[in-house]
């Protein structure tokens, strides 16, 4: 599976971003996409994810009700819809997928984690 990620920016407190991200090779095999994010000096932390099978999604507290997630499943791409950004959310955003598909093509009980580029999304106070 690769993936990616494109959408981040530089913006002002309590503007938008739309970060997507697009999944290639075994689609067939991921079971949910999302997105983390790290800021400096911090741990890479969940924001939010969803369920290809079902589209449910699940949020970190500090992004419910600012953030939706949702996917295309035709373009196999997700998106990260992001609204009245707040300077805490400066981070760099990467893309997850997780597949029961290793990347020599065996099943992997449990799964594994595939990981886009980065990218940077700026909130400015």
């Known amino acids: 599976v690769q993936l990616q990620a494109s959408g981040g920016g530089l913006v002002q407190a309590g503007e938008s971003l739309r970060l997507s991200c697009a999944a290639s090779?075994?689609?067939?095999?991921?079971?949910?996409m999302g997105w983390y994010r790290q800021a400096p000096g911090n741990q890479r932390e969940l924001v939010a994810t969803?369920?290809?099978?079902?589209?449910?999604?699940t949020y970190t507290d500090s992004v419910k009700g600012r953030f939706t997630i949702s996917r295309d499943d035709a373009k196999h791409t997700v998106y990260l819809e992001m609204n009245s950004l707040k300077p805490e959310d400066t981070a760099v955003y990467y893309c997850?997928?997780?597949?029961?598909?290793?990347?020599?093509?065996?099943?992997?009980?449990?799964?594994?984690?595939?990981w886009g580029q980065g990218t940077l999304v700026t909130v400015s106070s």
């Open positions: 997850n997928a997780n597949s029961f598909v290793g990347p020599d093509r065996k099943y992997v009980p449990g799964g594994v984690d595939y």
């Open positions: 969803i369920r290809v099978d079902d589209g449910t999604p």
């Open positions: 090779g075994s689609v067939f095999s991921i079971t949910t």
